[in-house]
């Protein structure tokens, strides 16, 4: 690793668990690449991370943020203090494969249009199965549910090569996600409204509206602990799906089109509130809650989002259908019963 103008920065926003910083840091020494950086972007880590860095691992940066400004505003301020070219936007509880940078990076390079990539990712645990955050590439279906190459909603596959080629995909996952700086920037960054989750499939559609691509490289693996920060059963990360999602729809989309597929996604949000109080899932219920009121109270929020958005716009929204599947996600799994990414593939323009 070189110290001057590295091609790459990795950066990686962290708020506490300094054993899992530890695991990855330590992984990416193993990296095969002559020319990256690591920064770690700490939150405000509150269990002495910031004194373990300086004293353990000094050849990392460390950026001390003054507070926990989430994923988002955590890997924006990292990339204003990068070098490299390329960012690497990487979660603090991954482990890597020696090639994954390289493969990333020649990924990337192969074509003008693409704008970012992302690895195939496996679970930490059971490394025979694809993780649930991005698997082997990430869709999204009209409505704005996002699922991925081996991953329907709690359907984790086992990866037996079904999904190794390389492809381009609807968005990349910010577990690990390969981004052009120039092209990062120009895009406006990471929206901080979003705090974590699904940031990084709003980026991707606005890199899509610019006229680019984005891809997955499956001969890059890394393997991801998956909610080491916020479990996946936390109130606050029903709130936050749910809410970005529905900031996603209707800041995304023309005016029409955000009304009319805007409308068809209550009605769903509702069917999940009714769900969530026969199984008494009170996390999941008022997460719900929490997010409808928040869009209702935040109109100039999501207006200025769109002017933002169309700001970027080079292409339509019949463009943009054409890469989402045209199907609801939940009828075809729920109701149908088809339980992997190859079972609706017919239906997904990829």
């Known amino acids: 690793m070189t110290n001057n103008l590295p091609v790459i920065s990795i950066i990686i926003p962290h708020w506490n668990g300094i054993e899992i910083l530890s695991e990855c840091i330590d992984s990416l020494q193993k990296t095969k690449f002559d020319s990256y950086e690591i920064i770690v972007s700490d939150n405000a880590s509150t269990d002495g991370s910031q004194q373990w860095l300086k004293e353990n691992h000094n050849q990392v940066i460390l950026l001390e943020n003054e507070k926990n400004y989430g994923y988002a505003g955590g890997c924006n301020r990292g990339a204003d203090i990068a070098k490299g070219d390329y960012l690497v936007f990487l979660n603090n509880d991954t482990i890597h494969d020696s090639i994954w940078l390289e493969s990333l990076f020649d990924c ?105 691509e984005i891809w997955v490289e499956p001969r890059s693996k890394i393997f991801h602990k998956n909610a080491a920060t916020l479990p996946i059963d936390s109130h606050f990360k029903f709130y936050l799906n749910h809410r970005n999602s529905l900031i996603m729809l209707f800041s995304n989309y023309s005016l029409a089109n955000a009304l009319y597929i805007g409308s068809l996604r209550l009605i769903l949000e509702f069917i999940a509130m009714g769900y969530a109080i026969i199984k008494l899932d009170l996390s999941h219920l008022t997460g719900i809650v929490r997010s409808l009121v928040w869009i209702i109270f935040h109109p100039i929020s999501i207006f200025k989002k769109r002017r933002r958005f169309n700001e970027l716009r080079k292409i339509k929204d019949k463009i943009i259908f054409k890469k989402l599947y045209k199907a609801s996600i939940i009828i075809s799994y729920f109701l149908k019963g088809k339980k992997t990414y190859s079972e609706i593939v017919s239906k997904a323009v990829l």
């Open 108 to 212: 990337i390079q192969s074509k003008d249009n693409i704008a970012a990539v992302q690895p195939k990712i496996l679970n930490y645990f059971d490394r025979s199965i694809f993780d649930y955050a991005g698997a082997s590439g990430g869709f999204m279906d009209i409505l704005c549910y996002p699922f991925a190459r081996g991953r329907l909603f709690f359907n984790q596959e086992r990866d037996e090569g079904q999904y190794d080629n390389a492809s381009s995909c609807f968005w990349a996952s910010g577990t690990a996600l390969m981004v052009k700086k120039n092209l990062f920037y120009e895009a406006g960054k990471f929206d901080e409204i979003f705090f974590a989750h699904m940031e990084e499939i709003d980026l991707c559609w606005r890199l899509h509206i610019m006229g680019y």
